[in-house]
């Protein structure tokens, strides 16, 4: 795992609720961070993602992955950096609405599962 990687599981997603697993097989891909509970995927990007090839790369990973009703969000290393907080917040309000809705509308807060 890269430094920001790192940041983000051992200073947020390790004690999450609902949990995280990093480094998560599904199908020809390994993400990041990965949620089955709220269906999510968390992407840390480096600067080879922002050129055409990774664009592109990218977004075929993604189509992919909505086959398996993945949603996938993506940070950029810069972003872990410099507004880690804000990074956390986006996740948090990410897992809540996917939350909400896989379960049909119900709300979610963080420790309630």
């Given at each position: 795992?890269?430094?920001?990687?790192?940041?983000?599981?051992?200073?947020?997603?390790?004690?999450?609720?609902p949990r995280f697993q990093?480094?998560?097989?599904?199908?020809?891909?390994?993400?990041?961070?990965?949620?089955?509970k709220a269906n999510l995927?968390?992407?840390?990007?480096?600067?080879?993602?922002?050129?055409?090839?990774?664009?592109?790369?990218?977004?075929?990973?993604?189509?992919?992955?909505?086959?398996?009703?993945?949603?996938?969000?993506?940070?950029?290393?810069?972003?872990?950096?410099?507004?880690?907080?804000?990074?956390?917040?986006?996740?948090?309000?990410?897992?809540?609405?996917?939350?909400?809705?896989?379960?049909?509308?119900?709300?979610?807060t963080q420790g309630s599962?």
């Amino acid at each position: 795992m890269t430094r920001e990687e790192n940041h983000l599981w051992y200073d947020f997603l390790k004690n999450f609720t609902p949990r995280f697993q990093r480094q998560k097989i599904v199908g020809k891909f390994i993400l990041d961070f990965y949620c089955a509970k709220a269906n999510l995927a968390i992407e840390l990007d480096g600067s080879q993602h922002y050129g055409a090839v990774g664009k592109e790369s990218d977004d075929e990973r993604t189509k992919e992955l909505e086959k398996y009703k993945i949603r996938i969000i993506r940070f950029s290393n810069l972003e872990i950096k410099q507004n880690f907080e804000g990074v956390c917040r986006k996740i948090q309000i990410e897992v809540e609405q996917s939350l909400t809705a896989v379960n049909g509308g119900a709300s979610f807060t963080q420790g309630s599962l």
